[in-house]
């Protein structure tokens, strides 16, 4: 018992708001003292727990009663995640769409109508395409700069909204406040996928949204080496979907857990070094007559900047940029014979990547006009110098396969 509380006294002074994220990040969901002095919380692998006494049993007095509702290991990442998202409550996942997948589960139902933004992660797209309206939820997409006109599309059957700022692929930044202020007092879910600046450079919850989800998979863990998620809720919707999550069975490992408790405490530092790594490729990609636009909030000239700058407070790794049109034969050239930029779907880690990305499917409310090849970008932690001159050579070949 005494270990207990000094496990949850120690928990409530890292979650007082006069520390810092920097000292959350690095001290809240561990305690050394109740692990025989070692810094990070061990690895809990177990599915039974065992209760001392029938009365016990009948209580449920114990701290953990199965191993799919928690245990040590997963509670250091859900503690951290709570206190910098300013949650009631945080839920774990396997993945960042079982984290999608859950949320828009609970929150929707037949006969539902849902509002889902035009930019979104396309495995969002997919799941609404798929299984919601296979169970027959009404699922609508619309324009992510839409802002408080979004009231007109709002129904007496809706019941969520969901964002995403900036979009994945093509970067829009939504206006948050604006689509809070346009649901007014109705019972509709504002759902908020935070991975691109995480709840160190941004706070849905604090503007309005009532779910937070995170690909953790990303900046969370930032070292590409594990599959995870979150959903963070306020105290009006977090039971509904942790009802929802108990019901579908889902959890997370803990030697997962583990490693994203791992990454989570260098998370500070490498968003920095992300941030400060991309804004400077940006704006160099900017200068490069080949460019045609680079897609970065938080580059002056991009269309959503001012919002961006009223609502954010740093930026992340990931953005976009186009090259001047070209045959598929130079974008091979260009991506074939890079040394240091990989191509994959996933970001956050310490590898840069790139990928080509074509607009086709992923538009129905709004249309992508842009004529270029488009690319998409995770700017790792390499020597940044290396890093331009492998873009540069690929350019150079991208050029010379164009005849440009």
């Known amino acids: 018992i005494f270990l207990m509380m000094e496990k949850l006294m120690s928990n409530a002074e890292y979650s007082n708001s006069s520390f810092g994220p920097e000292t959350v990040l690095t001290h809240l969901g561990r305690n050394p003292s109740d692990q025989n002095g070692f810094v990070n919380t061990p690895v ?17 007095k114990s701290p953990y009663k199965y191993g799919r509702h928690g245990n040590p290991t ?8 709570t206190q910098l998202e300013c949650a009631y409550d945080t839920l774990l ?11 828009l589960l609970a929150v929707a139902h037949a006969g539902d109508h849902v509002l889902i933004s035009d930019s ?11 299984v919601l309206r296979a169970n027959n939820v009404d699922v609508e997409y619309y324009d992510p700069r839409i802002g408080n006109r979004i009231s007109t599309l709002i129904r007496t059957n809706t019941k969520a909204i969901h964002t995403e700022s900036p979009g994945s692929l093509t970067f829009e930044v939504q206006d948050l406040p604006a689509i809070v ?75 997962d857990s583990f490693l994203v408790a791992r990454g ?25 007559p080949i460019v045609e636009k680079v897609f970065h909030p938080a580059l002056p000239q991009h269309p959503d900047h001012d919002v961006f700058m009223r609502d954010f407070t740093g930026s992340g790794s990931l953005f976009g940029f186009s090259l001047l049109p070209a045959p598929q034969n130079a974008v091979s050239e260009l991506l074939n014979h890079l040394r240091l930029f990989g191509m994959g779907y996933s970001w956050g880690g310490f590898e840069s990547l790139i990928l080509p990305i074509t607009i086709k499917n992923q538009r129905s409310a709004t249309k ?17 110098d290396d890093l331009k001159s492998d873009l540069a050579d690929g350019f150079e070949r991208y050029k010379l396969a164009a005849d440009l």
Not at 93 to 103: E, F, N, Q, V
Not at 120 to 130: D, G, K
Request: aromatic share 8%; proline share 3%.
């Open 74 to 81: 997963n509670d250091a990442v859900k503690d951290v995640i």
């Open 264 to 288: 989570l405490r260098t998370l500070a530092i490498r968003m920095k070094e992300h941030e400060r790594r991309a804004l400077e490729l940006a704006q160099w990609l900017e200068a490069n």
């Open 93 to 103: 996942t396997p993945s960042g769409l079982s984290a999608i997948s859950t949320t």
């Open 120 to 130: 979104s992660y396309e495995p969002t797209r997919h799941f609404c395409e798929t």
């Open 368 to 384: 992508w006009l842009e004529k270029g090849n488009l690319f998409r970008v995770h700017v790792g932690l390499e020597d940044f």
């Open 181 to 255: 202020e346009a649901r007014g007092d109705r019972d509709i879910a504002i759902i908020a996928d935070n991975s691109w600046a995480t709840p160190l450079y941004y706070k849905p919850l604090e503007m309005g949204a009532d779910i937070v989800i995170h690909a953790g998979t990303k900046m969370f863990v930032g070292h590409s080496d594990v599959l995870f998620g979150t959903i963070s809720a306020n105290e009006k919707w977090a039971d509904k979907v942790k009802a929802t999550y108990t019901a579908l069975g889902v959890c997370v490992s803990p030697e």
């Open 44 to 60: 809990v692998r177990g599915s039974t727990v065992l209760f001392d006494s029938h009365e016990d049993l009948l209580a449920g």
